[in-house]
């Protein structure tokens, strides 16, 4: 009956033991969990990151673009006006002659 109760006993042991490892792996298991959950947070917040600054630094080069061809675009505007009073300036007296002599037939 003593080694029944042995048994029994170790029987006991041994379960109690099992049942703490059961518990500690389930443990780990949630810890690896939250340690890999965070990890992915964290990249995900890493690529965003880099993802922004991607987007700004491309933003600001189109932006940068865009402003130079406008002001080359004006440059170019300016030019062909300074042209055109240039010319009318300088044959003002010739374009009213012509237009006078289309407009009278001659």
């Given at each position: 009956?003593?080694?029944?109760?042995?048994?029994?006993?170790?029987?006991?042991?041994?379960?109690?033991?099992?049942?703490?490892?059961?518990?500690?792996?389930?443990?780990?298991?949630?810890?690896?969990?939250?340690?890999?959950?965070?990890?992915?947070?964290?990249?995900?917040?890493?690529?965003d990151?880099?993802?922004?600054?991607?987007?700004?630094?491309?933003?600001?080069?189109?932006?940068?673009?865009?402003?130079?061809?406008?002001?080359?675009?004006?440059?170019?505007?300016?030019?062909?006006?300074?042209?055109?009073?240039?010319e009318?300036?300088?044959?003002?007296?010739?374009?009213?002659?012509?237009?006078?002599?289309?407009?009278?037939?001659?």
């Amino acid at each position: 009956m003593e080694q029944m109760v042995t048994v029994i006993n170790r029987l006991s042991e041994i379960e109690a033991a099992a049942v703490n490892v059961e518990k500690q792996s389930a443990d780990e298991k949630r810890r690896i969990a939250r340690e890999y959950e965070q990890k992915t947070l964290d990249f995900d917040q890493e690529l965003d990151d880099h993802t922004e600054r991607k987007l700004k630094a491309l933003n600001e080069r189109l932006k940068a673009e865009a402003e130079e061809e406008l002001l080359k675009m004006r440059q170019e505007t300016e030019r062909e006006l300074e042209a055109m009073k240039r010319e009318y300036t300088e044959n003002h007296g010739k374009l009213v002659d012509e237009l006078f002599h289309y407009i009278i037939g001659e």
